[in-house]
């Protein structure tokens, strides 16, 4: 490590190239996971619902939600989708994988696939969720009166391991679970700021620290990007 390189705290694991592209950035990662996913089992009323064909435009906000489908696809029948939308582009792409083809708004947040929903409002919705999910489409369907149901996929469980925040010169956020999950134990130092991957998370942020900063794109890359281009300017 060269004296110039600065040192990132991720608060999800990384995977060898994002850490790699870290260090063409001059940026030393270390990576902690303060969350733990758990997908669910989906009881037999669950897949009823899913198979009944009474909720034909399927929600995703998350690629974990997604992941849990993939686990219990033998039991789902898909024909009975006739819409699905994504909040972003990696769940899309992840629904690809099992072949649906997913709506996206142009702004990859709730906020705005909320607008997007607007133009089906009148039709029926099934919004596959985890447990700690935002309120933000339940909002969307009780104003608009749009019938809709929640299935339970995932499970999102809070960890705090153990780190040393005065080694770290920014903090970066994936999720809002991960912000409500790192501030259990933690209070950034010396106006530590902390980066967040998208808008969800950053304003999820904005009520723990005064010194949030956004990137441009919502990927890891880019959140590495403007890390240094933060700690260096």
Not at 186 to 208: E, H, M, R, S, W
């Amino acid at each position: 490590m060269t004296k110039n390189n600065k040192r990132i705290l991720f608060t999800r694991t990384l995977n060898a190239d994002q850490i790699e592209f870290g260090l063409k950035m001059d940026c030393q990662i270390d990576h902690h996971a303060f969350i733990r996913i758990d997908l669910c089992s989906l009881s037999t009323e669950d897949l009823e619902i899913i198979n009944s064909g009474q909720y034909p435009n399927w929600i995703f906000t998350s690629q974990n939600a997604v992941r849990s489908l993939q686990a219990n696809q033998e039991q789902i029948q898909l024909d009975k989708m006739e819409r699905c939308f994504a909040v972003g582009e990696k769940t899309a792409d992840q629904l690809s994988e099992i072949g649906l083809s997913a709506l996206v708004p142009k702004r990859h947040n709730s906020e705005e696939l909320s607008e997007l929903l607007k133009d089906y409002s009148s039709e029926s919705f099934l919004y596959f969720t985890g447990n700690l999910r935002q309120k933000t489409l339940i909002h969307f369907f009780e104003d608009h009166e749009s019938p809709y149901k929640e299935i339970k996929v995932y499970d999102t469980l809070l960890i705090q391991p153990e780190i040393n925040l005065e080694d770290y010169d920014a903090i970066c956020f994936c999720s809002p679970s991960a912000v409500h999950s790192f501030f259990k134990n933690y209070q950034p130092k010396n106006n530590q700021p902390c980066f967040a991957i998208g808008n969800t998370t950053a304003v999820a942020l904005v009520d723990y620290s005064d010194y949030v900063m956004l990137a441009e794109q919502t990927n890891v890359f880019s959140l590495i990007q403007s890390c240094h281009q933060y700690l260096n300017s």
